[in-house]
């Protein structure tokens, strides 16, 4: 099935405060229809900080400023709380990183599914039970009875986080995010649910965000790849070109510490030190102290994120040609 793309959201120059410290800064970037985008980084990238910001569900106490911010041509930055809730779970969905802490543990599963569709349609139990069956058919659980029944200590880490997957679609929304939807899943399941993302992309024309520490899952299933690094964008362009032609130090790092096949274990690179937390970034570009590459300006001036030649990225190096 084709479907004529269009944007779904535009987020353009968005930054995210909690007094004076910052968060995300000068983020812009689109999500087409059915179109995978991938957000890659560590841990304190600011990744899921993203997603909370896409979904409204940032700190209360947070600061949200943005030249532009929108779903479907609407101004996500005048919603009300009343809004939030009619979107999410709605024509906005989203799976988190831990189904276990994602789920009620005092209710049923089944309960939990036909919850969402009471609140967001109008119809019966009866009818409610027939879609929720559906929908876990559709991400691939057939012994639907018993898990209905189940309560969610007694189902697979797999088995929960496609019950989340299916509960995030039953009202079909029109972008997904995942965060981090393999997270303490054994390799098989990883690439189970993977599977699953693609087909959902595929049958649904949904788009999606696949949030991500792992640059190895993207390789076969992101459209396009933002990498993130300490709050900000620091390269974008198409899965093959980031992953092909990597432009930031950042980048090329994370694509290094991908394990192969035929390399020896002691090839095996890793990034030195770890992303400094947002109140000691300083002045200057936040990887100079990690990069080998690091020079006098890189110390002073915070790159901006331009096209300087095959895509954009955020490098004082790429931008003068000695990375």
Known sequence: MQFEKKSLVVVQNASLSIGNLSILKGLSFTIEQQELVAIVGESGSGKSMTALMLMGLQPKKATLEAELLTFES???????????????????????????????????????????????????????????????????????????????????????????????????????????????????????????????QRDFGAAIVLITHDMGAISEMADRVAVMYAGRVIEEASADQVLDSPQHPYARGLIDCIPALGKQETELREIPGVVPPLHMLGQGCAFKARCAHARPRCGVEKPLLHNHGAHPVACHGAEEGWV
């Open 74 to 200: 609407r101004d996500l930055t005048t919603l009300t709380p009343s809004d939030w809730q009619k979107r999410r779970g709605n024509t906005l969905g989203m799976v988190f990183q831990e189904p276990q802490s994602s789920l009620n543990p005092t209710q049923r599963c089944g309960k939990q599914l036909l919850e969402v569709l009471k609140i967001h349609r109008n119809i019966s139990s009866k009818e409610g039970a027939v879609q929720v069956t559906k929908a876990l058919e559709e991400v691939q659980l057939h012994d639907t009875k018993r898990i209905l029944k189940s309560y969610p200590h007694e189902l697979s880490g797999g088995q929960k986080q496609r019950i989340m997957i299916a509960m995030a679609l039953l009202c079909k929304p029109k972008l997904l995010i995942a965060d981090e939807p393999t997270t303490a899943l054994d390799v098989t399941v990883q690439a189970q649910i993977f599977d699953l993302l693609n087909e959902i």
